[in-house]
């Protein structure tokens, strides 16, 4: 729900104030977070205390970081030029020595022995691939509005409010049909509802109205989001030993936010390389924002085919993490 209404919020303050102040206003906020966290959580007494893993830390988020600026750099210098190649391949150097640290470890930020178990292992990889495709709808939907037809920020922001609506609606509604569909089925429905909301938007035109190419295929895309992350994130859960829950449920959120971040990246370049440079017009921009929305669709096709396969099919029995250090 916080993070559905970013973009109402965010709209608020460019209008209202500066650009800046969407930045800015996470000082306070954050503040007062830690302040709250440190009066009213409790720290928790069972089990090991568990350290924290500095250098995976570090290196996940440089590998990241280097990876998504590289696929950047392709937009304007090709991939195969050095401003391009080099931090790609930096980029998946830092990852992969990433993963060698934290095979070695003892507290390892992501435990790679959880992936051994098949409910974590294809709900992270369905998290991530699906994630790599709808978290750049709230980006190219505020594109669209803004560049495209004319909307402030703020009515970009509440242009977006039903879509916002829509992924709480979906979250709390699949649980509801897990029992009588089955995780792995509600999933794959919520994945296919999105990638039909996709294509849909991909229709967009340069002068599109708010119900058809806005608010509907919106609605659709973010529907079908929250109904597929909740039963993804349960069969991941269900599948690891009580123990590792806390772990699980960490490494399904990283899984989405690390398929966001390098799908945003590629995607951004789909849009620039079709649309033709910043001096485009509306109708290159609908172009090149199209063609994102019809690339998104066919990684949920895909997605969803990969869950249907992959996922199983009932409730997984639990299974202790396979320790990859001794």
């Known amino acids: 729900g916080g993070g559905a209404a970013g973009g109402l919020v965010g709209g608020a303050l460019v209008d209202g104030l500066s650009w800046r102040w969407v930045l800015l206003i996470n000082v ?5 977070v ?30 990241l970081a280097t990876l998504a600026y590289g696929i950047s750099q392709t937009e304007s210098e090709g991939w195969a030029a050095s401003a391009a190649l080099v931090p790609l391949v930096a980029g998946l150097a830092l990852l992969g020595l990433f ?53 402030s920020p703020l009515e970009a922001g509440l242009a977006l409010v039903p879509s916002s609506l829509a992924v709480i609606l979906g979250s709390k509604a699949a649980p509801r049909f897990m029992p009588v569909l ?22 967009m035109t340069a002068d599109g109205g708010y119900l058809t190419a806005i608010m509907i295929p919106g609605v659709l895309m973010m529907l079908g989001a929250g109904t597929a992350a909740t039963p993804l994130a349960s069969l991941a859960i269900s599948g690891a ?13 990283t899984s989405r936010t690390m398929g966001g971040s390098l799908g945003l990246a590629v995607m951004s370049t789909i849009a620039a390389t079709r649309a033709g440079g910043e001096d485009a017009g509306p109708v290159a921009l609908t172009d090149g924002y199209a063609l994102v929305f019809r690339t998104a669709a066919v990684v949920l096709v895909a997605a969803a ?11 997984p029995k639990p299974e202790p993490m396979a320790h990859s250090t001794d």
């Not at 830690?34 to 590998?63: F, H, I, N, Y």
């Open 241 to 253: 030993a009580p123990g590792d829950a806390g772990l699980v449920s960490g490494l399904i959120n």
């Open 99 to 151: 993963l060698l640290v934290e095979a070695r470890t003892a507290a390892p930020l992501m435990p790679l022995g959880l992936l051994r178990l098949r409910s974590v292992a294809s709900a992270n990889v369905a998290m991530l691939v699906s994630g790599s495709s709808m978290f750049s709808m709230w980006f190219f939907m505020t594109l669209y509005a803004q560049n495209v037809l004319g909307y």
């Open 34 to 63: 830690l302040a709250g966290a440190a009066l009213w959580l409790a720290e928790s007494k069972g089990g090991p205390r568990r350290r924290l893993d500095l250098p995976g830390a570090l290196l996940v988020t440089a590998g």
């Open 182 to 203: 089955g995780a792995r089925n509600v999933a794959v429905l919520g994945t296919l509802v999105a990638a039909v909301g996709f294509g849909w938007q991909s229709t």
């Open 28 to 32: 306070p906020v954050g503040a007062v």
């Open 305 to 315: 085919l990969l869950m249907w396969t992959w996922l199983p099919a009932g409730r």
